[in-house]
């Protein structure tokens, strides 16, 4: 057991932390309030594009990907200090080509996609030239149970016909978002996780029509944003399914793994952020004669976020190191940070929030932003109800509970 | 003991609610959907006048007011099922001129105005012609504590002479807003009680400058919204001081009581809206073969919201029946509602955002917006702390906790 | 609407207090002791005897029976501040009469029984000369589910036979307890709701032994404690069925409505006496310079207990009044409480118990006795979460939930 | 980052488990039946000395002394998964010779301790012939903040002489308890943390009276127990304290850092036989027609304790991993594990206790007394609310918190 982080993480956390303290932090500031103040925040300004630059000449770029000659070649325990640095800040994870949905959208392509796709879609987003989105959940019904997806991907000869609603489609308000992956019923007739199929849509395909923006917790996060998307006789060559149809759930597997964990160990960053925050205000500012930190239960709550903090982190360095050693137990462990995590996390954002009274509540704080951030991830991917329910299956099958079936009756 | 209430109240309560279900409701959406989609949303559209004057011609109007000839002359304990039932809509309030911050500056002005001021804002505000803010809150210092206040209301002559930066002056940015009351340091040799002044202060008045509208987790909540405001030389007549110089704080405790009551009984309101939603939510759509109030835990959660909803609901009761009664552990019960009520509605709408989904976090439904004013309210009049603080002390005074002093040092 | 008590109860409030601080108090500790250097613990010390001629002399006696002339005639809102002061103290309820199960044994003797049931078991209960206890509970079958019943009470001809085994029958272990009542299967043919019966058993029919005595967290609560009885062919008159064959559901939903309300309102006494404990130990004990109290978040956990008292009370007080009233509601108001009181007092005195120390956790003071107490009603009478499914079934019914059925197949 | 235990630690615990579940576990139910059934319990019955046997045949002896000489010679975080195996089991513990106060007491002696002492009393505790008590607690002062002590242990000549009261004073009750460590105050003079000593106490010298024995949470934990003991003039060669006068706040600070990791690895392992326990329970009983794990919010009630469980185990692992390596930040994250665990654990097994009814209440199940066990560790070693005061000073003084203290006055 050893809890040390390898040479190479550790020598590329300095580095990446070197970064953003000296060319990201000076710029985050003046970039949002440039973006909140204009009437049209669907842009890439510039500074965006400087700091891409200037990361990938460090290095500091596609630090996700497990594959060294596409990307950094980093176990996932190792990349977890690296994405926890770059979820301190909001466009950090941009910055160095990390960001959701873009990374998981990268290792479907890099893992199930053909030649041709990888050419066409792979080799500019790793390059950071362009921007995808990825198109599951739907508003008609309860996406926490993914059977229920309603829209089509219907094959029609060589073409295969896409039409659905589809919403919370991340990333689809960027003006570089040139590609989408839309997952839909092909086959209701097979099993239960055979019927749904994967297709790689171009932006700019006929029939797609992005109907609005959505605001999450009245957040746009423009300039990704999260967009309600409609899908009308949509035709595309059957080769834009990705691994042949009846794949979706098999690829889907494969790619909220991974995006799950990274979520968390960015949630990880944002909370130490807020903790950090809360600290500062705690001892800066004076009430009663006394910095607020010494007032009531403020040392305890502060205690407890540590804790919090540091048992969440642990959770999550092991969920990604069962991930790199194909653990058995690693999908009950990515369900468990899945939970785990932005529950820590909501609570952690809510008392540094608290902490700083009417102003934590303002955007002159990170703070409002990074709690709607942890609330989101109580949803997105999988319901907190959704994972528990895996945990318990797993728990409970020890045991046998997997055999109950009520009796008969009669 | 008896919990009915009043035949009055109760034939009240009816009227109300079946004017909110049949003119109040349908409006409501249309309304919120027409600001929303506004470059300009501080504005107000004709509906809200057209409503305003039905609710008038109801006698569904000034129902805050215990005054039975300028308002409803109700008890505290009347008004709360009819500020619960408003509490449950976002306009209801103002149509039924039962809206923060003005209840609490028309009382202020009722019980501590001079004839002058009254005629002058009193009558219009009661009449609905006119709105109000309340600038009491700064950004430099931590408002928590009351004493850190450092704007000031300098008498120099016949004048008083207003400097300070104020911020969370909740009803600013109201095209309507026309009369502020300002609270700033009079005279700081005065003993800690006494040292402070409440201004009445036209919004036109030269120095009196709007700097910027805030957002509360990232809703403006237009047209009324929360200001930061500056006052810079701001010159009045010294007769503008409320009550005269160094009873602020007079007459803050005056204000704040009810206005918490006021608070609490419509975050009841909002509560019970989330909980129904949620409700409906849970058993008409259906995940895993089941509607998803079946699902996990979310009966238990819908239990434990009915259960803390009634629990809540009664604590306010009993407090607002306690101002009626001036009985002497009013304040307590004041404070203790301020913790219980809104922690109570940050959590129920919580659970209600998640039983929804996405749908939950988007404008779709509006439980984040009725989050966000849970929120606020557990720091706006007082974060939960201090509050919890003045219970504390109340509750160990009963056994002599107040005489201990630490032992003098050698 | 009215928060005030009838003076009636307010007088008896005034005058059970002052017995108890004059007279229970003082008793109570040596008592206690006593009771615990024995190596037999199941006995009724003279003291006990003394106490209760006391209070019948000084009308303080079946204060829980609404029927005036066999009782104090008070309504249950009436006797829940009498209820709560009892619930103060360890001896109280025996003193007055008022004890569980005998309460519920008196109320269902006095509404369902027989003349000679009443002659022979009411009359002697009500003068406080016997005891009884109450077997329903089966060590074999989840009681949750009361319809998992496996007892037996089967009709012979003009017998009765009982065949079974119960646990947790508490108040069997005293030594003047001399009637049980018995409920168990009579009927397996008839619906649901009416195969049971209630059975009178004189403690001394031969077939019924008491196997055991139980720890409740260790405590046997000695006297009366709780057994572990067989009943082996145990024979009775067939007039010894409360009301006639299958009736038990229809008697144990009468008798557990208030007996639930009874307990929670002991339980408020009980959480009451905790917090004062907490509140004298954090005022007189010193450490790092200050009275703990005035330590870390010890004054906002004073806070937060006061207000979920409070809230605790107010919810009992009102599911009591709607008993009186026969308001519909009554059961789902029953079934709050009995979720809501017995977790906050789990909590409050838990919080008791770390604010003494380890001096909490021994005898030396009630808390670790009072947390047995309050730990078992959250299973007692139905566990939290029975009482959680009616609720939220009741809430979901408001919505049309009860009419959802699955989809037939195929 | 690498976590897997070591080779050496997996043998062992394989062969650990093998040998509890061989040996230990079908002796455990009939020796605690036994001792509950006896009049006096405070002895050592024939099957515990049977299975030291066996366990120091097997190697399975003194696993937590990390010296190689004279115990196992593991690291504490080999060392954990094995306590974890012990801390499933009441008598595990003794049994590998492994139980507390006496690892505590063998690492000061034989850190501290001079080579008489070693030969006197390190040698028969090392080979289980004899145990030991640890007195430091006192009745009388708030033992939270050390300094308050007020024991003596004055030096007179070449005596120490030894007067006061101490209560827990574990496994004081042994009937093989041999010597006592006695803390108390040689110097009130000397600097704060050089003010006390700590006396090696062979049990029978004269002024040592063991006043009583006390429950905790009414659970005397025999034979070992909690004591309250008084030294009444008790002398001794100055030679029996520890390392000199005035090192009793070094010596503890060594003996309490792994002694409380060693108490947070056994609740590791209690809190997982509760789950345990609670899954069993939870698939095998049936209620309203299903295991009742499949009721309510139970599922995630289970999966919330899973979650907890391996959060709580990797902040131990990481904490004992943080002690081998001797870690700047190791204090803290003991202090973080004595909040985190006990409170994890005491919420499990509740947990786990609900889930079993009437049942988990009982001593049927070993819930209620591991359910003490937890609830003490609340308190044992330092209370939550002085450990959370450690991690918020820690982490507060990142932002210099430290540095700040109240203006002058005047």
């Given amino acids: 057991m050893d809890f040390t982080h390898s040479e190479r993480a550790q020598d590329l ?9 000296q060319e990201v932090a000076p710029a985050e500031e003046p970039y949002l309030r440039e973006l909140m103040d204009r009437d049209d925040p669907w842009v890439v300004l510039p500074v965006i594009e400087e700091l891409k630059a200037k990361a990938k000449a460090l290095g500091l770029w596609n630090l996700f990907l497990p594959d060294a000659t596409l990307g950094a070649g980093l176990k996932n325990v190792e990349y977890a200090p690296l994405a926890e640095q770059m979820g301190r800040s909001i466009i950090a994870s941009e910055i160095s080509n ?28 790793l390059a950071g030239e362009i921007r995808s989105a990825f198109c599951m959940t739907e508003p008609d019904v309860a996406s926490s149970d993914a059977t229920n997806m309603e829209a089509r991907a219907t094959i029609d000869g060589d073409e295969v016909v896409l039409d659905g609603r589809k919403w919370w489609s991340t990333g689809i308000g960027h003006p570089n978002c040139e590609v989408l992956i839309y997952m839909a019923l092909t086959d209701p007739d097979a099993d239960r996780y055979h019927r749904h199929s994967m297709v790689v849509v171009p932006r700019d395909t ?16 423009a300039p990704g944003g999260h967009g309600e998307v409609s899908f009308t006789d949509v035709r595309l060559p059957v080769e834009n399914i990705i691994g042949g149809p009846g794949q979706a759930f098999t690829i889907a597997q494969a790619r909220l793994g ?3 964990v990274h979520h968390c160990m960015r949630l990880i960053g944002l909370a130490e952020m807020a903790l950090e925050l809360a600290c500062r205000r705690g001892t ?13 239960g403020n040392r305890e709550r502060i205690a407890d976020a540590r804790i919090a903090i540091n048992q969440a982190r642990l959770l999550v360095l092991q969920a990604a190191w069962m991930i790199d050693e194909r653990h058995p137990d690693m999908l009950n462990a990515v369900s468990q940070i899945k939970v785990a995590v932005p529950n820590m996390a909501q609570q952690v954002i809510d008392m540094a929030i608290q902490l700083h009274g009417g102003g934590g509540m303002s955007n002159d704080f990170p703070l409002a932003g990074a709690w709607a951030v942890a609330r989101s991830l109580r949803l997105a991917d999988g319901p907190d109800e959704v994972h528990r329910g895996v945990i318990a299956r797993l728990e409970l099958a020890k045991y046998g509970a997997g055999k109950w079936s009520p009796p008969a009756k009669g």
Same sequence: chains 1, 2, 3, 4.
């Fill in 13 to 21: 956390l300095q580095r990446l932390t070197q970064f953003h303290e």
């Fill in 206 to 221: 006929p029939g797609v029509n992005v109907e609005r923006m959505l605001p999450a917790m009245n957040f746009l996060d």
């Fill in 258 to 260: 991974p995006g799950r």
């Fill in 98 to 125: 990390c960001s959701a949905p873009d990374t998981g959208n990268m290792e479907v392509l890099h893992l199930f996609g053909s030649d041709e796709q990888k050419d066409r879609w792979l080799t500019p987003l």
């Fill in 284 to 296: 800066s500012r004076i009430a009663f004669g006394k910095p607020i930190a010494n007032l009531g």
